[in-house]
C-alpha cells in the first residue's frame, strides 16, 4: 500500500516551536553587546524541522533586519532562508543611492537593476526579475526606496515569497494584501518594512563595533569574524591601469605587463555594480552586468573557470546575450582561460582581485582581446 505523503507541504507553512531564550550575551574581550529577540514570528530554521531563533541587538531600535516591521505576513512568520535572504538584500541595496531593486535565492542574488535612464520602479523590477526568471520564482525582493502601486502590482505577477522595502504607499499596500486569506498567487507574501538600510557598515574605516559573523563548526567550536567591507567607495578607487613588472627580459620583449585599453565611463559604471552585488554571491562567484542590470550570476563552484563557464551558461539558457557586458570576479584568475571565455561573448571589461602567480598572463590575455581589466586589490569571498 502507498504511503501518502500530501501532507508534508503543510510543514512549510507551520511555525516550529522552540525554547531558546529572549535574551542572549555576547562578551568579547570584556566588552558586552547584550541581544532581544527580535519582535517578529519566525517559522524554522533552514529546514522545516529545524528550530532556531534570531537576537537583535538590545537598545539597537534603529537597526535594518533586526527591528524590521512584518505589514503583512507576520503570523505565519519567516523561516532562517528568508531572513538571510532580505539581510543579504539591504547588504547589495545599502550601496546604492538610486533606486534599484535586487531579488534573492537561496542567499544569492539572482537578478539586480539599478536606474540608469529614468526608468519607472516597476520597469527596474521586471529587469531585475527577468534576469533569471526562473530562479526568481519565490525570492525575496529588495527596494532601496518606497515602494508604489504599479511596482507593487508587478510583484505580484509571479510567485514571491517576500519583500523588503523601506517603505509602501497605500496603494501599494492594498495591492500587495488583497489576496490575503484566500488560495490566490502570493496570498501569503512577507512585506516588510526597513530603516536605516544606508547606516549598515559597508566600507573600510566604517564603525563595526558590535558587529561579527558568527558561525559554528561540525563540533561546536565558534568562529568570529569581522563583516566584509570594502575599499571600493567608488569606481575611482578601481586601479584602471594595472601593471606586472617583468623579471624576463626574454619575454613581453622585456617589458612589463601593463592593460592597455582604459575602460569606459559607463564601463566603469556597470563594474562597480558588478563588484558590489559580488560581494553577496557565494564563492566562486561572477557577475555579468550591462546597463546596470545583471545579465547572469555564477555562484558556488568549486572552480575559477567552472563559475565563468555557469554564469555564461545561464545566460545563454535564460536568452541573454553577453556582448557589451561586464564582468566581476571575486577572486583572481589563475590562468587566462577565464578571459579568454567572456572575449569570445563579447564581453569588453572586467574588474578582479589580481594576485595571481600568473596576472601576467591574464593582462596578456586581456590586451589580445582588447578587454578594459580593473584590479580592485582586494578579495570578495562569500563563504555562509
Known sequence: MATDVSSFKDAYKKAIKSDFPDEA??????????????????????????????????GGANLSVGNMEMLKGGKEGLSLTNLQDMSQALNILKFFDRPCCVLMKHVNPCGFKLRTQGEHLSEIYRIARNCDERSAFGSIAGFNVEVDAPTAEAIMETFVEGVIAPG?????????????????????????????MDRVPKFIGDDVSGYYNLRNLADGSLTVEVPYLTRIRSAADFIVDPMIPNSDPGKNGGADYAVKRRPTEKELDDCLIAWYVNINVRSNGIVFVRDGATIAVGTGEQERIGAVEQAIDKAKKKGHSLRGAVMSSDAFFPQRDSIDAVAAEGVTAVVWPAGSLNDALVIEAANEHNIALMATLERCFLHI
Open 25 to 58: 550575551m555576547i562578551v568579547v574581550g570584556g566588552r558586552r553587546f547584550p541581544l532581544k529577540r527580535v519582535p517578529y514570528t519566525l517559522r524554522y530554521g533552514t529546514n522545516p524541522h529545524q528550530p532556531f531563533t534570531a537576537y537583535a541587538p538590545a
Open 168 to 196: 509602501y504607499d497605500g496603494e501599494a499596500l492594498a495591492v500587495l494584501r488583497r489576496n490575503e486569506g484566500s488560495r490566490k498567487l502570493n496570498n501569503s507574501i512577507r512585506v516588510a518594512k526597513v530603516s536605516n
